[in-house]
């Protein structure tokens, strides 16, 4: 049974830096690509960044490009998102994200989402 868990969210200060983990179980990570997603209060979710299963190629969202980085370890069956110079505006609930099709049907997988807040 596919698993993400997120951890590393917390209250940072304008500016500041944060690093957010997802650990996968249940599939072999090392065979999928990764998508880190967010949403605000009040607001739909939207997509931050993507890592290919490789970590050769990443894709960003424009607000965040430059000062976030997404990697991973499959070693570790880990994803990561580096965030930097944060703004208030960062201030959302991230979710880590696989997916996999089989017979032409999509299926999605998330975590529960590990919550970031910028504020002073």
């Known amino acids: 049974q596919v698993a993400l868990l997120e951890s590393g969210g917390g209250l940072v200060q304008p500016g500041g830096s944060l690093m957010l983990s997802c650990s996968g179980s249940g599939f072999t990570f090392s065979k999928y690509d990764m998508r880190w997603y967010r949403q605000a209060p009040g607001k739909e979710r939207e997509l931050v960044g993507y890592?290919?299963?490789?970590?050769?190629?990443?894709h960003y969202t424009d607000s965040v490009k430059g000062r976030f980085t997404i990697s991973r370890d499959n070693a570790k069956n880990t994803l990561y998102l580096q965030m930097n110079s944060l703004k208030p505006e960062d201030t959302a609930t991230y979710f880590c994200?696989?997916?996999?099709?089989?017979?032409?049907?999509?299926?999605?997988?998330w975590g529960q989402g590990t919550q970031v807040i910028v504020s002073s």
């Open positions: 890592i290919n299963k490789s970590a050769n190629l990443t």
């Open positions: 994200n696989t997916w996999r099709t089989s017979a032409g049907l999509t299926s999605e997988f």
